[in-house]
């Protein structure tokens, strides 16, 4: 099997990085199809931790191919300075492509992304205010600058005078902010084109002929279900498709080609920013599971809003993903705890739904059902074979299983790349 996608399964934060990293040992290309920079994926590696935001995790391996693809929002001075990172880690990024037909993030798309957030108030969706939102929106309009047009001068030009216009006409008029100069921004981003070319390439084609060859191709997911722009708790979420069918549309790759979607999921729940968490914790326990957990945003830094899992959301996320696989992270954190619980379901009313409602209100109203479970109350780090982990983590991950209808594929039980549990091939 050579197409493999991973998708997180909840509000993102769920541990791809980790997956996407021990995964890419196997693998022969590792591709990121949507979102930016506001992703942040954390990989372990020996005494050395990586953050990396828009390069796929999969760079650390020297054979590994990197793909950024067309559906991504690059901002190219953060593309540069995570080359430069990895350089000074000693890292080389030969192998790394990026879509000349991504959008690129402008210096104006923060403006308005702060600008947004500044004028919801206490609405506030809590963004990474990298711009991510800002760019899509553009993108749609067709108001966007696409990576390959740096390659171009007078088309670039032609095309940033344009949208420039239009954008200081809206800072200046309707928000009295300075405009900015169009000299400066297009010397600037000539300056990244130049320095971004060696990396752009025709990815599409690049992808499929890997796939055609039976090379092994990981499509690293970003953000997560619940942050879908269609699936997830709208509008509370991200302005792409994190789910697996936005890896075809963003890489241009036909649904056909796919023969896995891994799900990951943390083995309990995590936000950063605003909107409904059903099952979230509000008390001393949740305190104790980011304390736990380390659960501060790799992006941003806020801490990250802590809650049980959740399976009416692992159930949604099985449905609109397809998922023929769970990868659960983080087990390790609960050790500690005496019981579990685990939604199953939601009180809505007088009713007990199972299915996600698909309007926020109610969401936001429900009630979970939870089951309570026993825990093990002993280090698993350790452990590298399933029949080694106490039997109560054995049956808490047998009930997530059970609940999710999804067989489990991986546990990771730590942050390193070794501390990881495999159940089946996973190519
Ligand atoms: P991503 O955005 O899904 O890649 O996840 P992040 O990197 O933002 O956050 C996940 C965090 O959990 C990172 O700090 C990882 O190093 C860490 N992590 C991943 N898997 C495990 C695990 O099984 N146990 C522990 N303790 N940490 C993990
Ligand atoms: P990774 O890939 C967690 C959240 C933001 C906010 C919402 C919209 O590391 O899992 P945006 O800046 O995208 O317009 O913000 O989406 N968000 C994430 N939360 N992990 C991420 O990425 C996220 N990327 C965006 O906090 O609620
Ligand atoms: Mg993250």
Do not use: F, V
């Given at each position: 099997m050579s197409a493999v996608i991973v998708v997180g399964t909840q509000w993102g934060d769920e541990g791809k990085g980790k997956i996407i990293d021990f995964l890419s040992e196997q693998a022969n290309m590792v591709v990121r199809h949507q979102g930016g920079n506001n992703a942040g994926h954390t990989v372990v590696s020996g005494d050395r931790e990586y953050k990396l935001h828009l390069i796929p995790s999969g760079i650390l391996y020297p054979d590994t191919d990197c793909v950024i693809a067309s559906g991504v929002v690059v901002d190219p001075r953060v593309l540069l300075d995570e080359v430069d990172y990895l350089h000074q880690r000693g890292i080389q990024t030969d192998r790394l492509r990026v879509s000349s037909e991504a959008h690129l993030i402008m210096p104006y798309h923060l403006v308005f992304d702060s600008l947004a957030e500044d004028r919801l108030g206490s609405q506030k969706l809590g963004t990474t205010l990298r711009g991510v939102g800002p760019a899509y929106m553009d993108k749609a309009s067709r108001m966007g600058v696409r990576i390959g047009d740096l390659l171009q001068p007078e088309v670039f030009r032609d095309r940033l005078s344009r949208v420039l216009a239009e954008k200081n006409h809206l800072l200046s008029k309707a928000y009295g902010r300075d405009e900015f100069d169009f000299d400066a921004m297009f010397t600037q981003y000539l300056a990244y084109g130049e320095a971004m070319k060696p990396y752009i390439a025709n990815t599409s084609v690049i992808i499929n002929q890997a796939i055609d060859a039976g090379r092994r191709v990981l499509f690293e997911g970003a953000q997560g279900t619940m942050l879908?722009?269609?699936?997830?708790t709208y509008p509370f979420v991200?302005?792409?498709?994190?789910?697996?069918g936005g890896a075809c549309i963003g890489a241009g790759v036909g649904p056909t080609k796919i023969d896995q979607v891994y799900g990951v999921v943390k083995a309990y729940t995590s936000r950063v920013g605003d909107g409904p968490f059903p099952s979230e914790l509000l008390d001393s326990v949740g305190d104790g599971i980011r304390e736990e957990g380390h659960e501060y945003g790799t992006t941003t830094g806020r801490p990250r809003r802590i809650g049980w899992l959740d399976t009416v959301v692992l159930r949604h996320a099985s449905r609109v993903n397809g998922l023929t696989g769970l990868a659960v992270t983080r087990l390790d954190v609960l050790d500690r705890l005496d019981t579990l619980k685990v939604a199953v379901a939601y009180r809505y009313g007088g009713d007990v739904v199972t299915e996600l409602p698909d309007s926020l209100e109610r969401l936001s109203s429900v009630e979970p059902v939870y089951e309570t479970m026993q825990g093990w109350q002993r280090s698993i780090t350790e452990v590298r074979r399933l029949e080694d982990l106490p039997s109560a983590a054995r049956r808490y991950l047998d009930r997530i299983a059970e609940l999710a209808e999804v067989p489990l594929a991986l546990v990771s039980v730590g942050r390193e790349r070794t501390s990881t549990i495999t159940l089946q091939p996973l190519f």
């Open positions: 879908d722009i269609d699936h997830g991200t302005s792409s498709h994190p789910i697996a």
